[in-house]
């Protein structure tokens, strides 16, 4: 699948992303504060694993295929105070970006989702990273009161990007083949079909839009279809808001089941 945002959008929005983080941090009462949606960390905790995991993710790329060091190992600790922090992530995230020009979205690179359907490279780090900053910069506007919905052009793609990296897989599904349906209220839909094969996602067309190819065969083999906008859609996947929140149809039993599911590696 091709992607929906190019290079440069990806890192023009990693970065205004992460800007957005800093701004969250930078509001909040104190950085003891609970995150609700990651309950076991504070917002320091959540600041300091935006910053390590971006000089992590910096470290990778700049290795290519072969897997990095840790880039906290042996470094100083992350500081505490605020605007030092501030400081500390910004530094973070330009590590990041500088890595990533430098590198080009088609150079190999390490990653940790082998058998998906995201291929080993620079332009697919990339576009993960944009959404794990697009998530946990919800975490932390949610933590000060201020949640603002995901940027459309980054939900869009936050989708696609979840299905195809963290649930694509080879491994064999272990129960009754099945099929999810996600519909974005923004016009773009997506299939994620379960079976002996493993997982594997495939665009929808648009309803209307071209006659019934293969990804509209066999309806009956959808187990359960939810539609809303695609940042809630995204935010849903992610585990930050409920079912309730969007419009399910079918056996909601079944997001239990591809929750608890651990692929072999």
């Known amino acids: 699948m091709q992607n929906t945002l190019d290079f ?19 509001a909040a009462p ?3 504060a609970q995150v609700p949606t ?3 960390w504070t917002l320091f905790d959540l600041a300091q694993h935006i910053g390590e995991g971006r000089r992590d993710w910096a470290a ?13 190992e042996g470094a100083p600790a992350v500081p505490r105070e605020r605007e030092a922090l501030l400081a500390w992530l910004a530094e973070s995230t330009d590590q990041l970006l500088e890595a990533l020009r430098e590198a080009g979205p088609d150079r190999g690179c390490w990653t940790w989702w082998g058998a998906s359907q995201s291929p080993p490279t620079c ?7 944009l959404q794990q900053m697009a998530v946990h910069t919800y975490d932390a506007q949610i933590t000060i009161g201020a949640p603002q919905p995901l940027p459309g052009e980054v939900a869009l793609d936050g989708v696609e990007e979840f299905l195809l990296t963290c649930v694509a897989t080879t491994s064999a599904w ?20 379960l079976d002996g094969d493993g997982a594997r996602t495939t665009r929808l067309p648009a309803p209307g839009s071209t006659p019934a190819s293969a990804a ?11 539609r809303g906008t695609a940042g809630e859609l995204v935010l849903f996947i992610y585990d ?8 399910l149809d079918g056996d909601a039993g079944l997001f239990d089941l591809l929750r608890d599911w651990e692929p072999e590696v």
Do not use: N
Not at 9 to 16: F, G, K, P, T
Not at 61 to 70: H, I, L, Y
Not at 123 to 129: E, F, I, K, L
Not at 240 to 247: D, E, N, V
């Open 60 to 72: 990778t790329v700049a290795a290519g295929p072969a897997p990095a060091k840790s880039a906290a």
């Open 123 to 129: 332009g697919a780090v990339a576009r993960h990273q």
């Open 240 to 247: 930050r808001i409920p079912a309730g929140s969007l419009q």
């Open 38 to 40: 990651c309950p076991e």
């Open 174 to 193: 272990p129960h009754k083949p099945t099929a999810f349906d996600f519909h974005a209220t923004e016009g773009r839909s997506w299939r994620l079909t």
């Open 8 to 26: 440069p959008a990806l890192l023009r929005l990693i970065d205004e992303r992460s800007t957005a983080f800093r701004a969250a941090v930078a």
């Open 216 to 226: 509209d065969e066999g309806p009956e083999t959808v187990g359960v279809s939810v």
């Open 30 to 32: 104190g950085l003891d």
